[in-house]
């Protein structure tokens, strides 16, 4: 088992830069994969992007292609979300959540998951 803390959302402006943690508890966490998916008010749960358990390969959705990358430190369990250019539609609760198997993009492919940090975009 894992359990995931998400850190580093905020308030940023238009054009603005965030980088999101997510620290995970326990030994074998290199074994989980990690996805990154966001909920805005009134929306469903959506894929972000994600990234393997070795930090090896990763995927993302297209709206955020060129603009946010995922990698992962080993050493400090944590994944990193590095988000560039926001725009006011980024503004959403950012959740990381983790799982054994990778290439999940829908939320119930996930079975664990941290609490969420909001990241709010001002135009």
């Known amino acids: 088992q894992v359990q995931l803390v998400e850190s580093g959302g905020g308030l940023v402006q238009a054009g603005g830069s965030l980088r999101l943690s997510c620290a995970a508890s326990?030994?074998?966490?290199?074994?989980?994969?990690v996805g990154w998916f966001r909920q805005a008010p009134g929306k469903e749960r959506e894929f972000v992007a994600a990234?393997?358990?070795?930090?090896?390969?990763?995927y993302s959705t297209d709206s955020v292609k060129g603009r946010f990358t995922i990698s992962r430190d080993s050493a400090k369990n944590t994944v990193y979300l590095q988000m560039n250019s926001l725009k006011p539609e980024d503004t959403a609760v950012y959740y990381c959540?983790?799982?054994?198997?990778?290439?999940?993009?829908?939320?119930?492919?996930?079975?664990?998951w941290g609490q969420g940090t909001q990241v709010t975009v001002s135009s």
């Open positions: 959540a983790a799982d054994h198997t990778y290439g999940g993009r829908v939320h119930y492919q996930y079975a664990y």
């Open positions: 990234i393997s358990g070795s930090g090896g390969s990763a």
């Open positions: 326990g030994r074998t966490f290199s074994r989980y994969a």
